[in-house]
């Protein structure tokens, strides 16, 4: 059974950073996509960056592309999402997922994790 478990969320000021984390098990993902998406209440979720397992593609959303960055530790079967320079606007609940094609979008199937926090306070 796959499991999805972010963590590193928190409360922090404008222009600090965090680095979020996705710790992924259950099932070899060396073929999968791994995603970064973000929610606020009300409105859609959004994707924010995504790897594959290979590390050969990534992609990082325009709104925060020169902020973010995805990377991942095979090793220690781990997704990091760095956030810096973080805006009041970037605060959200960020969800990890993993799917098996490369995409942008939320669009087919993806494991989901629970979900972590991002407050971040003007």
């Known amino acids: 059974q796959v499991h999805l478990v972010e963590s590193g969320g928190g409360l922090v000021q404008a222009g600090g950073s965090l680095r979020l984390s996705c710790a992924a098990s259950?099932?070899?993902?060396?073929?999968?996509?791994m995603k970064w998406f973000r929610q606020v209440p009300g409105k859609d979720r959004d994707v924010v960056a995504a790897?594959?397992?290979?590390?050969?593609?990534?992609y990082v959303a325009d709104s925060v592309k020169d902020r973010f960055t995805i990377s991942r530790d095979t090793a220690k079967n781990t997704v990091y999402l760095q956030m810096n320079s973080l805006k009041p606007e970037d605060t959200a609940t960020y969800y990890c997922?993993?799917?098996?094609?490369?995409?942008?979008?939320?669009?087919?199937?993806?494991?989901w994790g629970p979900g972590t926090q991002v407050t971040v306070s003007s």
């Open positions: 259950g099932r070899n993902f060396s073929t999968y996509t």
């Open positions: 997922t993993a799917t098996p094609t490369f995409s942008t979008t939320v669009a087919g199937f993806h494991y």
């Open positions: 790897i594959t397992w290979s590390g050969a593609n990534t």
